[in-house]
Structures are given as C-alpha cells and as structure tokens.
Nanobody, 123 residues
Framework: QVQLVESGGGLVQAGGSLRLSCTAS????????MGWYRQAPGKQRDVVAVISSGGSTNYGDSVKGRFTISRDNAKNRVYLQMNNLKPEDTAVYYC?????????????????WGQGTQVTVSS
C-alpha cells in the first residue's frame, strides 16, 4: 500500500508563490502517475496537474502558465510550484498516486490520496 504525505500549504497574498511537496512511501509501483488535485468548499475535486514516471505532464486549464509540476523519482517525491497565485486558487490540495492493477482478470487503475493541505490566497 502507498502512503502520501503533503506539505507546503499556507496563506499567501495574490501574486505570491508557494511550493507544495508530496512524499510517497510503501509499495510504490515503478509505473505510476502522480498529481495534484484541488477541492474548494461545495465544489468538485478538479485536476491541477499530473506527471508520469517518465516526466510527461498535463495541467488544468486554469493553472497553465502559472503552476509547474515536477518529480524526483529517487526520493519518491512530487512537487507543485505555484506562481502568480489568485484568490480562486484557494482550496485544499491533494496529492494523488495512480497505478495500474489487475483485479478479476481485468486491468484497472488504483488511486491513493494524501490527507490534503490547505492553500489560501488573499486578495
């Protein structure tokens, strides 16, 4: 089983920056995708950015050009550098680990989530 621990959240003024970190431990697959998702009160959990073990990335439209996801495979760690933060970025940010597993003869994805870290951006 994989465990995820996030850190780096906090309160920042609009236009400021934060860097989130997520460290994975446990039974980590060599073939996985890690990412960051966020959820504001009363809203759905949305993808922020994802990164494969090979380094390919995808970003949510609202953060393109402002956020950068990266990972250090040797340390089992993923980062989210957030620049030019806006009040609408305020949310709980969750680290995600996705791997492919075989269950009942079929291949499926299995997700593990971190506990979340609060990011608050003031105007």
């Amino acid at each position: 089983q994989v465990q995820l621990v996030e850190s780096g959240g906090g309160l920042v003024q609009a236009g400021g920056s934060l860097r989130l970190s997520c460290t994975a431990s446990g039974s980590i697959s060599s073939d996985n995708v890690m990412g960051w998702y966020r959820q504001a009160p009363g809203k759905q959990r949305d993808v922020v950015a994802v990164i494969s073990s090979g380094g390919s990335t995808n970003y949510g439209d609202s953060v393109k050009g402002r956020f950068t996801i990266s990972r250090d495979n040797a340390k089992n760690r993923v980062y989210l550098q957030m620049n030019n933060l806006k009040p609408e970025d305020t949310a709980v940010y969750y680290c995600n680990h996705k791997q492919w597993v075989v269950r009942g003869g079929a291949t499926a994805t299995y997700d593990v989530w971190g506990q979340g870290t609060q990011v608050t951006v003031s105007s």
